[in-house]
């Protein structure tokens, strides 16, 4: 469970960061995300779900 708070308290920060330190790049990106095709966008949200499962994979493999 640990874990878990853990994970979810870094996530927080780093979404935090990216509105407090550069919100018109936010507004931008959503503007992009927004033309494109619906397809496109599960591509990169699958992408990201994979990308952060190696990561998992990769983090308990060197023993944290």
Do not use: D, K, N
Request: hydrophobic share 65%.
């Amino acid at each position: 469970m640990a874990f878990v708070l853990l994970a979810l308290g870094l996530v927080l920060i780093v979404e935090g960061l990216a509105y407090v330190l550069a919100p018109s790049l936010i507004e931008r990106m959503l503007e992009v995300l927004r033309s494109l095709p619906e397809t496109a966008r599960r591509q990169i949200g699958a992408l990201c779900v994979v990308s952060g499962l190696i990561l998992l994979w990769l983090a308990f493999h060197l023993g944290v």
